[in-house]
T-cell receptor
Framework: GDSVTQTEGQVALSEEDFLTIHCNYSASGYPALFWYVQYPGEGPQFLFRASRDKEKGSSRGFEATYNKETTSFHLQKASVQESDSAVYYCALGDRANTGKLTFGHGTILRVHP | GPKVLQIPSHQIIDMGQMVTLNCDPVSNHLYFYWYKQILGQQMEFLVNFYNGKVMEKSKLFKDQFSVERPDGSYFTLKIQPTALEDSAVYFC?????????????FGPGTRLTVL
């Protein structure tokens, strides 16, 4: 079945550091790829999506590029802020199905002032 | 932005009892979902629901689980009877679009503890 792997379980950075969270996927079809962010006490929030090879998704300074060859969708941000501290989830949605999302384990990002 | 509400935020129940988790989706959304997250594990899809019907369910959606949305009110997940392995956080989500590209809006979750 489909799966999503996030390499980093936790990332600790200082403000203005560069962020990369690695996401790789395995899917039989041609999925849509998502990043969701979850703040304490809340549910996951949609950050952005990409639906085809080489498409870049972006929002609030975060970005990721769909790479079909390497089956990756790595999240990056040039300069993180303390307010970016949250859990980040990579997810895939199968084109053929009824909206089911397959999530990675999540990456806890802590940004220190 | 649009909000999904979940009631209660935390429920403690004895094994074998029935529990109903309530979800108030975004008002104009038509597609509804439940996901389950056991502590320390990834969030996993349980079921989705549209027009009064289950469209897809995973192997985690056991026979003891049921979902409904009577008369456009809460979207509910009922577990009867509960088992110890049902202890988890349950997230409800809704969307206005259909399919694997849809942006889903999630509630804050209900933490279910089965003793």
């Amino acid at each position: 079945g489909d799966s999503v792997t996030q390499t980093e379980g936790q990332v600790a950075l200082s403000e203005e550091d560069f962020l990369t969270i690695h996401c790789n996927y395995s899917a039989s079809g041609y999925p849509a790829l998502f990043w969701y962010v979850q703040y304490p006490g809340e549910g996951p929030q949609f950050l952005f999506r990409a639906s085809r090879d080489k498409e870049k998704g972006s929002s609030r300074g975060f970005e990721a590029t769909y790479n079909k060859e390497t089956t990756s969708f790595h999240l990056q941000k040039a300069s993180v802020q303390e307010s970016d501290s949250a859990v980040y989830y990579c997810a895939l949605g199968d084109r053929a199905n009824t909206g089911k999302l397959t999530f990675g384990h999540g990456t806890i990002l802590r940004v220190h002032p | 932005g649009p909000k999904v509400l979940q009631i209660p935020s935390h429920q403690i129940i004895d094994m074998g009892q029935m529990v109903t988790l309530n979800c108030d989706p975004v008002s104009n959304h038509l597609y509804f979902y439940w996901y389950k997250q056991i502590l320390g594990q990834q969030m996993e899809f349980l079921v989705n629901f549209y027009n009064g019907k289950v469209m897809e369910k995973s192997k985690l959606f056991k026979d003891q689980f049921s979902v409904e949305r009577p008369d456009g009110s809460y979207f509910t997940l009922k577990i009867q009877p509960t088992a110890l392995e049902d202890s988890a956080v349950y997230f409800c989500a809704s969307s206005s679009d259909w399919g694997g590209y849809a942006e889903q809006f999630f509630g804050p979750g209900t933490r279910l503890t089965v003793l």
